[in-house]
């Protein structure tokens, strides 16, 4: 029987389906010998450790989207082969991305505290809140999320506006620098892949681009924005919403 490595959590139907084929380990106690297989998370990844503890490994399983959180180099020199499961997500990634936007467009965390803490019987009305229609929404990475994010905001009539390495053949206006879209931008959302070519790549100048009446939303890695920039244009209100 197979010996698979299972770091992080799964589902029970997953391990069910799993331990009829193979035989399942966790970290804390595995014969690294005999473990040919990983399955794991974009969140838990794979350490270097692992990777070197395990001679006979020979592929790495990721059960969500993106593998940047295993050395893909170190990897590829021991011969493992690694695979995740793009599209799987893709409607509901960019679901979570809209509904975030609305949530920061319609105050709806603050509204809702507001209306159970029943501050409302003494001061009156809460904030106004902002429409969502005829934004300029900037898409950070326009791959099959960001073109479904841009498909479920068409109801809103946006004007959308995409940033990435090369200019891609999509019926929207392309930015070869972050800065400049951000400028232009109502909204930011950022649907990038993580790694190193994209870390902090939201920083405090693209940030304050956006602006005290910008939002921005992330749906990609965290380590795509630069949070102590983000915390501290939001503490000093030039970032209006995130």
């Excluded at 990634?93 to 709806?108: E, G, I, Q, Y």
């Excluded at 029943?118 to 009305?125: N, V």
């Excluded at 983000?230 to 919403?241: E, N, V």
């Amino acid at each position: 029987m197979t010996d698979l490595l299972q770091i992080g959590e799964i589902t029970d139907v997953m391990r069910d389906q799993l331990a009829r084929e193979v035989a399942i380990h966790r970290t804390d106690n595995y014969p690294a010998d005999k473990i040919t297989h990983i399955i794991t998370t974009g969140a838990d990844g794979v350490s270097p450790e692992i990777l070197n503890d395990l001679p006979n490994l020979q592929a790495v399983s990721f059960c969500s989207v993106g593998y940047d959180a295993i050395d893909i180099g170190a990897a590829i020199a021991k011969g493992v082969v690694v695979s995740h499961t793009p599209n799987v997500l893709n409607a509901e990634v960019a679901s979570k991305a809209v509904m975030l936007a609305l949530m920061c467009h319609r105050n709806a965390l603050h509204d809702d505290d507001w209306a159970r803490s029943g501050r409302w019987l003494s001061t009156g009305f809460a904030p106004f809140s902002r429409t969502m229609e005829n934004q300029t929404i900037g898409i950070l990475g326009p791959g099959r999320i960001g073109q479904a994010i841009a498909d479920k905001l068409a109801p809103w009539t946006p004007t959308i506006v995409y940033h990435t390495r090369t200019k891609k053949d999509v019926p929207y206006t392309y930015f070869d620098n972050l800065v400049d879209m951000a400028t232009v931008c109502d909204v930011l959302i950022c649907v990038t892949p993580g790694g190193k070519a994209t870390d902090k790549i939201v920083n405090a100048e693209v940030i304050n681009a956006l602006g005290s009446q910008g939002t921005l939303i992330n749906v990609s890695r965290g380590s795509v924005v630069d949070e102590p920039a983000l915390i501290s244009a939001l503490m000093d209100k030039r970032l209006g919403w995130a």
